[in-house]
């Protein structure tokens, strides 16, 4: 052991390159305490798509049969590539970036092609919080916007059934319904199907507001239009209430987490006792969890699976990676990650209980079929809650709640997004960046640059666009090839043993080794199966009404691109830059069994030890479980 490995500080010891160790440079900070981690975990992990789109796949997908398929893709991709990257996080000290230049420098692509998912995902992302908060700065108002014809937004077409809950006054027999067209209310009674055949030609209040009031749609298409300011005021709202979040590091989000991430279940708990004490409540659940098992037959039920659970647990997006980088050396990540993956899902069966109650009740409220109001993504968060929530008496009160609880839980996910591609430009420029002030301004360029990129999501033909970057920036099959990269590198190039040894020196233990095989085998099968039966359906493009060669089909090209090329683009970088360490991990990584086979299977050895310098492992684990938090 040289003198200068004695006098390594721990920071440089468990993962950080210290090249940036300059006079006016600061340390990289801690999370103060594990519950901030676990709270910034669960913020970015919960958040709109629990509410707003795992539900109605349960729906769609056969009821509780759907549960099948996820749980599936949840065990054997979910969970192993969760934890993958927190571990990996956790153990090199860096983003992610400069994490997979660590362990493997011709795959630092991998870190690079997450952090364009990331960035699709803070420019696009935060316009659903600048709907939510144009929302809930009209559900102060009585009667709710959205539930009159009376605007100056509405058309001719427009007409509001009226429930009986919210309006019983008018279900009597001596009620008089002259203003729909001199029905009377015994005649609504008696001719039911006739009027809900003939109320099928209008258009609900509630998607007028949607259509007419907040997206005031172009209609001509391929135009963006001009920008409507009153969303745009909004979104600079949602960025300054991030940027605040986040300014001073994660001294501010680990703070801040404490209610963002406990808020929305607050709301959620009083949604979902208001919405199961609903007439009709049962009937909704009924919809909810009914089985249905010819469903797993079909393939698009166990893809629906796979994307939920990709997209529900931030995977392939290096945020895990990023957050797990403020974790102190010897923190029990796997124990985290089991407890979050467990309150991810737990937290979408039960958002799904809230959702279908409330739905069940404005079926049996308006006497329709409960497949005519059930919907997903902005149309249930926008349209369908909304104008069921209007039917209820203080209707105002509930829709305030709603929009508070969408604000939180998409507030959260943001600025962590946010917080992670800083931490990523941080860690790759340190000497620069980790310096008083320069974090505020990095963090103040990201807002600034992603809110002047979103300002056309907020046009005339902002929806269409924001449908195109939704489908295909963060796409299925973008993800599934970075998971499928990032569990082969760990598992083949690097060695899923001398990972298993790292999370050991880490942890106290060794993990199960379910997650070995999972990372060497099922993992990356999945994905590519997963993706052989999207590529193999019919042209993607046609699907979502895109023609081939049009300006949307080149642009979607290019988002689905755009990540992908990273990786054999760096991998280029890397024979050129050092051809003979392409695989070599950082000297600087700690690794407590060096002449240890870095894989083995059923007793065989797949790859033997690749020796290298390392440093004091008895000196190191002393002085990292003294480690102070910076924080």
Known sequence: MTEETVKRGPVEEHGQNNPDSEEGTQPREKWANNME??????????????VWRFPYLCYKNGGGVFLIPYCVFLFCCGIPVFFLETALGQYTSEGGVTAWRKICPMFEGVGFASQVIVIYLNIYYIVVLAWGIFYLIHSFKSPLPWSTCDNWWNTDLCFSRAGFFANPELFHDESNWSFLHNISSEGFNNSNVGLNDTFLTFISPENEFWTHRVLRTSQ??????????DLALCLLLAWVICYF?????????????????????????????????????????KYYLRPDFSKLAHPEVWVDAGTQVFFSYAVCQGVLTSLGSYNKYNNNCYKDCLALCCLNSATSIFAGFAVFSVIGFMAHDLNIPISEVTASGPGLAFIAYPKALSLLPGSSFWAVLFFLMILFLGLDSQFVCVESLATSITDLFPSRLRRKGARELLVLAIAVICFLLGLPFVTEGGMNLFRLVDTFGPSGTSLLII????TIVV?????AD???????????YRPSRVLKYCWMFVTPLICVLTMLYNLGKQN????????????????AGL?????????????????CRDPNNMTTPSKDLRQVSPDKPVLTMCNFVIFKAQKQPNINTDETSMKMMEEPSSV
Not at 37 to 50: D, P, T, V
Not at 559 to 575: D, E, G, K, Q, W
């Open 498 to 508: 001398r990972f298993y040894d790292n999370i050991e020196d880490m942890i106290g």
């Open 491 to 495: 598992s083949w190039i690097y060695g």
């Open 245 to 285: 979040c986040i300014w001073k590091g994660i001294k501010t989000t680990g703070k801040v987490v404490y209610f963002t991430a406990t808020f929305p279940y607050l709301m959620l708990f009083i949604l979902f006792i208001r919405g199961v004490t609903l007439p009709g409540a049962a009937e909704g659940l």
């Open 483 to 486: 998971a499928c990269t990032e």
């Open 540 to 555: 993607i493009f046609n699907v979502y009404g895109y023609a081939p060669g049009s300006s949307a089909s080149a642009i």
């Open 220 to 229: 001509e298409l391929g135009s963006l239009g001009k920008v409507h300011w």
């Open 559 to 575: 988002l689905i691109a755009a990540p992908l090329i990273c990786i054999p683009a760096f991998l280029f970088i890397a024979l």
């Open 37 to 50: 981690f676990i709270l910034s975990m669960a913020g970015e992990i919960i958040g709109l798509g629990n």
